[in-house]
């Protein structure tokens, strides 16, 4: 992907999409927030953010990232802003952003975005961030921000925070969305939701012993929707849920594995086939621009 600005002064950078592959809550802090452990996998696939730089200082989005989501709320104009003030930096910027990732399947769309405009904008505005500052400032936006900041594949704890840089094998992913979208606010809340599971270790998920997400029996329970793309999915692989959304995936070592399976889907099914990346192509990116 170019990161050079075409005639119109537009540079655009990915921002990849991540699978949870798997998710346990392990306590309650005394903040109220949840402990969490699990792995996030970067995949070769996502949004495309358009920036255009300003001399006025102003930050606008153009068009919409997240259909009724106002300008001042969205998550890609907050992060410029917040670059701004934590460098004191009196460039401003255009934003557009072109949606792949759907909203609410636990993707990490809003999260990735940010973090590109995060990235990105340090490098165009050379306001000379490290990557724990910048991380820092992502985490201010959102627990999933900074792992699209590092990107890089981690093993996570805390409220996703805590990474450990995590080397995951090569594989494809077969991705479907429901098109339900469920606040994470109301699973947390849910009588049902396992909140105790024993903590585990990166060994414990490398032997395969580690799997399951603690919300996948919340959702499967309260959205039909979610169980009918489960129950299809089974038929083809080990079926799970990525984050708090209603996005499912199986994961295959080929993607002609992948394809196959996806060709065996019912058709009215929204679902991709991609490939798990080693690391974010938004490093390639910003290697490539420098």
Known sequence: MSTVADAAGWSYWPAPAKLNLFLHITGRRPDGYHELQTVFRLLDWGDRIGLRLRGDGRVRREGLSVPGVAEADDLVVRAAIALKDAANCTQGVDIRVEKRIPAGGGFGGGSSDAATVLVALNALWNTGLDEDAL????????????????????????????????????????????????????????????????????????????????????????????????????????????????????????????????????????????????????????????
């Open 135 to 290: 991380a820092g400032l992502g985490l201010r936006l959102g627990a999933d921000v900074p792992v699209f900041v590092r990107g890089r594949n981690a093993w996570a704890e805390g409220v996703g925070e805590r990474l450990a840089p995590l080397d995951l094998a090569p594989a494809w992913y077969l991705l479907v969305d429901p098109g339900v979208h469920v606040p994470t606010a109301d699973l947390f809340g849910s009588p049902d939701l396992t909140r105790d599971a024993a903590p585990a270790k990166i060994a414990d998920f490398a032997s395969g012993t580690v799997l399951g997400n603690a919300f996948e029996p919340v959702l499967r329970c309260r959205e039909p929707a979610v169980e009918a793309v489960f129950q299809a999915l089974s038929r083809v692989g080990q079926a799970r849920l990525t984050g708090s959304g209603s996005g499912c995936f199986v994961e295959f070592a080929t993607r002609a594995a992948a394809e196959q399976a996806r060709a065996e889907l019912p058709g009215q099914l929204r679902a991709w086939v991609v490939a798990g990346a080693a690391r974010s192509p938004l490093l390639d990116a910003l290697e490539t621009k420098q």
